[in-house]
């Protein structure tokens, strides 16, 4: 049975078009003058076709997951001019950043890394082949395999890093310092909620 009573929340706000400064259209503005995004407009479709379900969730869940795409494309962009992945770069920093000896055994580097073994294995591999990272075993655990950075990927990471903080500056230009450091906040909250904490 439908329930009353959601159509009023934020889900129902009603879309309308806004023409802008430069007389251009804005789709998906609201009467008081604010553009919105594209979420927007699929809030108000669903509060148009079921105005029973508040949908909210789905604006704040949709919002991250579009903007994570949209970073990461920066990112990949960015990269690509390096002849680098992104991922490459990020398994790159996170052994300089470790420790002094900019080492990792697999396990580590995976976490860190939040993918499977498998998937860092090859990850490992190409890195390994371009001259990157060291692979070696354990001298104290044979069942333990190392990752060390090599001069060649340490410098590498310390040529890029600026750039790439450059970009990803770039890439938050629409919100203001204050904006950033609420939308940090919040991000951490619910990273947090969903049990992505530090393990030591």
């Known amino acids: 049975m439908r329930r009353g009573g959601a159509a009023g929340g934020p889900s129902a706000a009603r879309i309308m078009n806004h023409n802008l400064v430069d007389g251009t259209t804005a789709i998906g503005a609201t009467g008081n003058g604010t553009v919105n995004d594209a979420i927007e407009q699929i809030l108000g479709d669903w509060a148009?076709?079921?105005?029973?379900?508040?949908?909210?969730?789905?604006?704040?869940?949709?919002?991250?997951?579009?903007?994570?795409?949209?970073?990461?494309?920066?990112?990949?962009?960015?990269?690509?001019?390096?002849?680098?992945?992104?991922?490459?770069?990020?398994?790159?920093?996170?052994l300089f950043r470790a420790n002094s000896a900019h080492r990792l055994c697999m396990g580590d580097l995976a976490t860190a890394a939040m993918v499977s073994s498998a998937a860092l294995t090859n990850r490992v591999d190409r890195l390994t082949a371009k001259g990157l990272v060291h692979r070696e075993v354990s001298p104290s655990n044979r069942r333990m395999v190392l990752i060390t950075l090599t001069d060649r990927g340490h410098a590498m990471v310390d040529e890029l890093l600026e750039g790439h903080v450059a970009n990803e500056n770039r890439l938050l230009a629409g919100l203001t310092p204050e904006d950033r450091e609420q939308l940090s906040g919040l991000l951490?909250?619910?990273?947090?909620?969903?049990?992505?904490?530090r393990t030591c």
Do not use: N, Q
């Open 188 to 197: 951490c909250k619910l990273l947090t909620s969903l049990g992505d904490v």
């Open 48 to 94: 148009r076709v079921r105005p029973d379900v508040d949908c909210s969730a789905m604006g704040v869940a949709g919002r991250i997951s579009r903007a994570s795409r949209l970073m990461e494309k920066g990112v990949k962009e960015h990269f690509a001019r390096y002849d680098l992945e992104p991922w490459e770069f990020d398994v790159l920093a996170t």
